[in-house]
């Protein structure tokens, strides 16, 4: 048999996954206009026009984000002469902005995109790449999202409010920066986040003592769990509580990435004021009153009255 007709099941592993490739939906998904030039630079093709299978999990995680934005950007009510705006938080080598902007900025002309990143090398090459593509309307500035908040590089307003696995509370740092700049929508998958597991370990004895729910952290390991578990609820409530509503899903199979969890927070000018009590609520219960005062401080005339159990 000449190699040609070899059956599928004899070729090598490596000539497997080119035939794979070949065959890849993710490639043939391309659409109209997509830049293959961009993908390239990305490496999330290779020079010849396959898929690079390293970038093959963080091409189906960014466009599934993309569909969800896609649908948010829509239902936001259009002023044409107001300029759309999207920050990208923890930007990396932003593949979000980049696809983003290729697939939906591009075409709406007064519409912007900004990535924030605290790595230099990488504001760099992304600023050089936009250039290169003639994707003008891109905009990278190196600042943590915490100092984003307030620099003058950046609109007062921004319409989307984007945080892909930005590390540890970047992710609420994106959250604060999208209640001071009026964001619309949020759309955010957060990474790993430290800080609250850590309060929990640091009061760990005392609320063993106080309640039995503290068995949920008593481990170190179920600490980390619960932290992260705990975390992304409060955010969730926190958003609610500042006039935000919430869905939570995943947002590609489980088997891609374990930090996979979408909250999408469409602004509803509606504050929650059983939200913010459950927030606080929960806060008390789990011996976390003081983050009411750093991380989750609430709109004026709900941050009066008393959690239970402080
Ligand atoms: C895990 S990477 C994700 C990058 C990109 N969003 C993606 O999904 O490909 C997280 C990025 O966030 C950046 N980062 C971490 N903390 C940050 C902060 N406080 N402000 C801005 N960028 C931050 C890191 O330098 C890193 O590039």
Same mark, same amino acid.
């Given at each position: 048999?000449?190699?040609?007709?070899?059956?599928?099941?004899?070729?090598?592993?490596?000539?497997?996954?080119? @035939?794979?490739? @070949? $065959?890849?939906?993710?490639?043939?998904?391309?659409?109209?206009?997509?830049?293959?030039?961009?993908?390239?630079?990305?490496? =999330?093709?290779? *020079?010849?026009?396959?898929?690079?299978?390293?970038?093959?999990?963080?091409?189906?995680?960014?466009?599934?984000?993309?569909?969800? =934005?896609?649908?948010?950007?829509?239902?936001?009510?259009?002023?044409?002469?107001?300029?759309?705006?999207?920050?990208?938080?923890?930007?990396?080598? &932003?593949?979000?902005?980049?696809?983003?902007? @290729?697939?939906?900025?591009?075409?709406?002309?007064?519409?912007?995109?900004?990535?924030?990143?605290? *790595?230099?090398?990488?504001?760099?090459? &992304?600023?050089?790449?936009?250039?290169?593509?003639?994707?003008?309307?891109?905009?990278?500035?190196?600042?943590?999202?915490?100092?984003?908040?307030?620099?003058?590089?950046?609109?007062?307003?921004?319409?989307?409010?984007?945080?892909?696995?930005?590390?540890?509370?970047?992710?609420?740092?994106?959250?604060?920066?999208?209640?001071?700049?009026?964001?619309?929508?949020?759309?955010?998958?957060?990474?790993?986040? $430290?800080? =609250?597991? *850590?309060?929990?370990?640091?009061?760990?004895?005392?609320?063993?003592?106080?309640?039995?729910?503290?068995?949920? +952290?008593?481990?170190?390991?179920?600490? *980390?769990?619960?932290?992260?578990?705990?975390?992304?609820?409060?955010?969730?409530?926190?958003?609610?509580?500042?006039?935000?509503?919430?869905?939570?899903?995943?947002?590609?199979? +489980?088997?891609? &990435? /374990?930090?996979?969890?979408?909250?999408?927070?469409?602004?509803?000018?509606?504050?929650?004021?059983?939200?913010?009590?459950?927030?606080? @609520?929960?806060?008390?219960?789990?011996?976390?009153?003081?983050?009411?005062?750093?991380?989750?401080?609430?709109?004026?005339?709900?941050?009066?009255?008393?959690? /239970?159990?402080?």
């Amino acid at each position: 048999m000449k190699p040609e007709q070899k059956s599928r099941r004899e070729l090598p592993l490596a000539a497997r996954r080119r @035939d794979a490739v @070949d $065959a890849d939906p993710l490639v043939d998904e391309l659409r109209p206009g997509q830049s293959v030039e961009l993908l390239k630079e990305l490496h =999330i093709l290779t *020079r010849d026009g396959k898929l690079n299978q390293d970038s093959r999990r963080k091409l189906k995680q960014v466009y599934h984000l993309v569909q969800f =934005i896609e649908k948010c950007l829509q239902e936001l009510p259009r002023e044409p002469e107001r300029t759309l705006t999207l920050a990208d938080h923890g930007a990396g080598k &932003s593949y979000l902005g980049f696809i983003l902007y @290729d697939l939906l900025f591009k075409a709406i002309e007064n519409s912007r995109i900004f990535g924030i990143e605290t *790595r230099a090398e990488l504001v760099q090459k &992304s600023r050089a790449l936009a250039d290169r593509l003639g994707f003008h309307r891109m905009s990278f500035v190196n600042l943590s999202v915490a100092e984003a908040t307030a620099s003058d590089e950046l609109p007062t307003q921004i319409d989307v409010v984007t945080a892909l696995h930005a590390c540890d509370t970047a992710t609420d740092d994106a959250i604060a920066f999208g209640l001071e700049k009026v964001a619309q929508v949020m759309v955010l998958v957060p990474c790993c986040q $430290a800080e =609250i597991a *850590r309060s929990l370990n640091a009061n760990k004895a005392l609320n063993l003592r106080r309640t039995p729910l503290a068995e949920l +952290w008593r481990h170190p390991l179920h600490t *980390r769990e619960i932290g992260s578990q705990l975390t992304n609820v409060l955010r969730c409530l926190y958003l609610q509580a500042h006039g935000y509503q919430v869905t939570v899903t995943e947002l590609v199979g +489980w088997e891609h &990435s /374990m930090k996979n969890e979408l909250i999408i927070a469409r602004r509803v000018k509606k504050p929650d004021r059983v939200a913010a009590q459950r927030l606080k @609520d929960l806060l008390g219960e789990f011996g976390l009153t003081e983050l009411l005062h750093t991380r989750f401080t609430l709109p004026q005339d709900n941050a009066h009255s008393v959690p /239970m159990n402080s």
